[in-house]
């Protein structure tokens, strides 16, 4: 008995042992405690408050007063979406059982895409290779690639199969358009069918410092050839606003790329990789914690790239894609 | 302090080196007992990022290790694998609208190496307490895909202890009747002993990820690992606690085998370079000890 009563005391202890050794459960769904959280982990680790202008104290003031210790779960959420809205970036998000922000820099710039118009007038019968819709073009003289998501996967057969048809076209047109991003490893993956040799693209930095402009050093970008099928021929690459996050980084790694033009208007930005994280209440969040370069070294990503031919959709006449159109003439 | 992986794995080598020469200087004695043990049991994991979330992620799993046991009345070497798999949850306070939930899948593998001295001076024959070194390196595994591109929480906890070991003997030395008032069966005379070791880490590292715990590293094409990418950022920090305590009621067979229950507690806590992480484990193991060197 009196082992068995040493036994129970020890585990009794040792069970106890860990609230003294850690800190206390820091779980709260006090609204002010976890404003304080979102905007301290903004201000600690968000990537572009130099090259936006953001006055993140200015924000503090301006929403923190707008709550209380009694505001609802409804009105907490509104002030932290909307604080986080200051940082116009899409890779920006407060997700909560009830609802999920976002900035949606889509809506700020008409859409340029209609897949019904490219469906019904100009490939009425594509092939679905994996995760491309493709076929030929003006009298099969130009391959058409259609990727709406860098988070769709392919295999190095599906590509093949896609650039051996198109082998004995004039040029190929890529359409990226409202292609809102994904794996980011799926754009060297594709990149690396159009380059005979290794290319640095572009530069990465990530937020290091409590600073707002601290950060590590540059990382390189850089595109290898695939050892396989390749095209090397020209390439238009079809972008607008809705091309976004992975198909800024693939736009603007394409700038390194002779062979490849940029055609259709400036992409929505999210040169930033966001992290995540989780608030005290539960909730969760993301934003952007690095900056994509150029190979100058400039940094316009996160407002998006600019194409090489500004062209857009006329939405009066849905027979036509006029940006497709002026892709097939430059390829002519 | 944050160390260079070049420093860690030096130090590293020279641990191993201690340790592996203090061990080929124990030779067996004729008391020697060779063993083979197979252990599970249930766990209660518990632990918190505070790199990605304030809160703590409670749940439940389950252990399974093995260990080769190298006891004498003398020494006492051992080397364990084991693993522990569960599902946790997020600690999250009540909600008055809509309850939030996340939950994460958390995978601990360690490898532990152990070597004890007894301690003549306070030992005697009811009571052997040996003392020593243990190192132990433990990988944990967690992805929370709440946690969007920081879903991927990975450490390495490895840590260099000072052991103390106490081995009483509680057998039963007659036979004994038990008055249950409608039976009153007849316990046999049995070698029992009632283990208890506390581990104290002296060297404390941990691998942690850097600043803002995602990372854009080097991509270098289709070439890139991803498991390289996203460790790139991380570092070697020695700092921190760790305990491991273990509590164990052991009952030898005349086979030479023997049974074990045992409630492990194995708590830590890594600041690392930035952020810090904590896990406590609360595990209640049953393990069978096969002798495989009998005399």
């Known amino acids: 008995m009196k082992n068995i009563l040493f036994v129970l005391c020890t585990i009794f202890v040792l069970s106890s042992c860990e609230k003294v050794l850690l800190k206390p459960n820091m779980g709260s769904k006090d609204p002010l405690k976890n404003f304080d959280y979102l905007w301290e982990e903004v201000d600690k680790k968000y990537s572009y408050f130099e090259l936006k202008n953001i006055d993140w104290n200015q924000v503090k003031e301006t929403y923190r007063s707008q709550l209380n210790s009694n505001s609802s779960e409804e009105e907490l959420f509104n002030v932290l979406a909307n604080m986080l809205n200051e940082l116009r970036d899409d890779h920006t998000n407060l997700i909560s059982p009830f609802n999920i922000s976002q900035y949606n820099i889509m809506l700020t710039s008409p859409a340029n895409y209609y897949q019904r118009t490219i469906d019904e007038y100009y490939l009425p019968q594509p092939w679905i290779t994996g995760p491309f819709n493709n076929g030929f073009l003006d009298n099969n003289q130009i391959g058409y690639i259609r990727y709406g998501s860098f988070l769709s996967s392919f295999t190095d057969e599906q590509l093949d199969l896609i650039l051996n048809r198109f082998k004995d076209t004039k040029g190929l047109i890529l359409d990226l358009r409202a292609n809102g991003g994904g794996n980011i490893f799926n754009v060297p993956k594709l990149l690396g069918r159009f380059t005979d040799s290794t290319i640095l693209a572009g530069y990465t930095i990530t937020r290091n410092g409590p600073d707002h402009n601290s950060f590590s050093d540059r990382e390189d970008f850089k595109i290898t050839p695939y050892d396989g099928v390749r095209y090397s021929k020209k390439i238009i690459v079809l972008i607008d606003r809705g091309s976004y996050s992975a198909t800024t980084f693939f736009s603007l790694l394409t700038k390194a790329f002779p062979n490849i033009t940029l055609m259709g208007d400036t992409t929505g930005g999210g040169g930033g990789l966001p992290n995540g994280g989780q608030l005290p209440n539960g909730w969760t969040y993301r934003f952007s914690i690095s900056q994509l370069l150029d190979l100058n070294g400039n940094n316009y990503a996160e407002d998006g790239v600019a194409p090489e031919i500004f062209e857009s959709f006329n939405w009066s006449d849905l027979t036509k894609d006029e940006i497709l159109d002026r892709a097939i003439l430059e390829l002519q | ?295």
Not at chain 2, 37 to 63: E, K, Q, W
Not at chain 2, 118 to 142: A, H, P
Not at chain 2, 251 to 257: F, K
């Open chain 2, 1 to 295: 302090m944050t160390i260079s992986s070049k420093h860690f794995y030096c130090l590293l080598a020279i641990t191993t080196a201690t340790l592996w020469f203090v061990s080929v200087q124990a030779q067996s004695t004729s008391d020697t007992q060779h063993y083979r043990l197979f252990s599970m049991g249930g766990n209660r994991p518990g632990y918190r990022d505070f790199a990605t979330s304030p809160l703590f992620y409670n749940g439940t799993g389950i252990s399974l290790s093995t260990t080769w046991l190298k006891r004498s009345n003398e020494r006492e070497r051992s080397i364990d694998l084991s693993l522990r798999p569960g599902w946790v949850s997020a600690q999250i306070p009540e909600s008055d609208f809509r309850q939030p939930s996340s939950s994460a899948f958390f995978l601990q593998m360690s490898f532990r190496y152990q070597q004890l001295r007894k301690l003549k001076s306070v030992s005697n024959e009811k009571q052997n307490i040996k003392i020593g070194g243990t190192f132990i390196s433990t990988q944990n595994f967690r992805p929370n895909p709440n946690l969007q591109n920081n879903s991927l929480g990975l450490e390495n906890l490895t840590n260099l202890m000072v052991s103390g070991q106490i081995i009483r003997d509680v057998s039963r030395t007659k036979e004994r009747t038990l008055n249950l008032f409608i039976c009153k069966p007849k316990l046999k005379p049995v070698k029992r002993d009632l283990r208890f070791q506390l581990n104290a880490g002296l060297l404390n590292f941990n691998y942690r990820p850097g600043y803002a715990y995602s990372r854009a590293g080097e991509i270098n094409g289709v070439k890139t690992n991803p498991l390289s990418w996203q460790l790139s950022n991380y570092n070697w920090s020695m700092n921190g606690w760790r305990f491991i305590t273990e509590l164990e009621w052991i009952t030898y067979q005349p086979n030479g085998n023997a049974r074990s229950w045992a409630y492990v507690w194995d708590a830590a806590h890594a600041p690392g370079k930035f952020e810090a992480f904590q896990v406590a484990n609360h595990n209640i193991r049953f393990t069978y000890y096969f002798n495989s060197k009998k005399r």
